[in-house]
Each structure stands twice: as C-alpha cells, then as structure tokens.
C-alpha cells in the first residue's frame, strides 16, 4: 500500500509523518486488500477567521472507488485521530455494499412524467459566484457509471456532491444532497435549451434521487 503524505502550510515533521503512519495504517489495516494507495494532506489555516484551523485530508483510491474523509479541530493530532476512525467506518461502508451489491437483485427505474426546471435556472437569475483564484487542483479518474453507483460514490467521499460520467448518455453529470433532503442530478442540456428523456426517479435504501432517462 502507498501512502503519500503532504503538508499546507505546515512542515511534515518525522513526529507527525509517524504519527499519520501508525493510525492510518491500523484504519486501514483490515481493508488492504482494497487499497491501492492512500494520500493524507494536512493543512493549516491562516485565515484567522477559519477555525478549527488544523485540518486532516484522508483519501483512498480502493479498487478503481475513492474514499474520502476530512476532519478539523484546534489541533493536529487529534484532526488525525477524527479522519482515521471516520476513513475506517467510511471503508466499513464501502465494503458492505460491495458485500450487498453481489447478493441484491437488479433494481428498476419508475418513470413519472418530466419536472420543469426552475426558473431561476432558466432565466439566468443566480450568477455563478467563483473565487479570486484557484487554490487547489484535484485529478481523479472519471469511468462511466450508473446514477446508483455515483450516489453510492457520493456517499464515500465525504462531499455534498459528486460528479460522474454518465454511464447511459456518456455526459459529465453531478451529484448532489439537496438542503431540504434528498438528492439532485445536473445535467448538460442540450442545444435546443431542453434536456432530453424523461424524469425518474430510482431507489436506493429507502431514499429517492432525481434524474433524467433517456427513452
């Protein structure tokens, strides 16, 4: 297993790299037949209006998934005893679905008829907001998958959102939790200003995501 450790704004000390060593390794320990490599970045905020400012960054690239946790607090060492015991219920989780996909039967789709979007989308009303600058980049490998497999995905790397290429259509989409529950997919849309397909909705563990199908 590779483990690749980086530091922001902070020096990576031999104290800290074996600190991050012994417990990284013993959350992975029982998983490493799934891990190909686990990047741990560490940072500190000098914001002083960031706070907790001590910042722990736990990704793990298992079997062509990726497993994400984060985890803040006022100091650096307990930052990473939170993200190790998270990563280690995150790889708990990820296993037993990989343990319940093998034994599930094939879910269905439902569909039901086609939701307008919202007008705010259409008429342009909301001005995408971006930062003054970039600060920081991440590359990842994007395999076509299905809605159900991005929102498994979703749900491993620790983030409101995911985004995916479609498995049915081969488009870049997005994931995402919607603040009142439940989850949204954003789609391209296509050069007559309407989307294709239809609506559906599929589930998965008792919950609904909303999506287009095309028919």
């Keep these: 297993m590779k483990l690749v450790i980086q530091g922001k704004n902070i020096e990576i000390t031999d104290a800290i790299r074996e600190y991050v ?34 910042t ?12 994400r946790a984060e985890e803040s607090s006022e100091n650096l060492y307990a930052s990473i005893d939170l993200v190790a015991n998270k990563i280690a219920r995150q790889l708990r989780k ?5 343990h319940e996909k093998t034994h599930a039967p094939v879910k269905t789709a439902e569909v039901i008829d086609q939701q307008p979007v919202a007008p705010s989308l259409i ?21 076509p998958m299905t809605l159900e497999e991005a929102l498994e995905q979703l749900e491993l790397v620790d983030h409101d959102f995911y985004m995916f290429r479609n498995l ?15 989850y949204g997919v954003i789609q391209p849309r296509n050069g007559n200003g309407h989307t294709n397909g239809k609506f559906a909705e599929i589930a998965h563990s008792g919950r609904t995501i909303g999506s287009t199908k095309h028919s």
Aim: charged share 25%; aromatic share 6%.
């Design 21 to 54: 060593h012994q417990k990284i390794e013993k959350a992975v320990n029982h998983f490493q037949t799934l891990t190909t490599e686990v990047d741990v970045h560490l940072s500190v905020a000098r914001n002083p209006r960031i706070n907790p400012k001590q």
């Design 56 to 67: 722990a960054e736990v990704t793990i690239y298992a079997n062509g998934t990726v497993v």
């Design 94 to 98: 990820y296993k037993e679905k990989r």
């Design 123 to 143: 008429d342009g009303e909301r001005a995408p907001s971006l930062p003054s600058e970039v600060v920081r980049t991440k590359y990842f490998a994007m395999p």
């Design 168 to 182: 049915e259509t081969g488009e870049i989409n997005v994931i995402y939790e919607r603040n009142h529950g439940g």
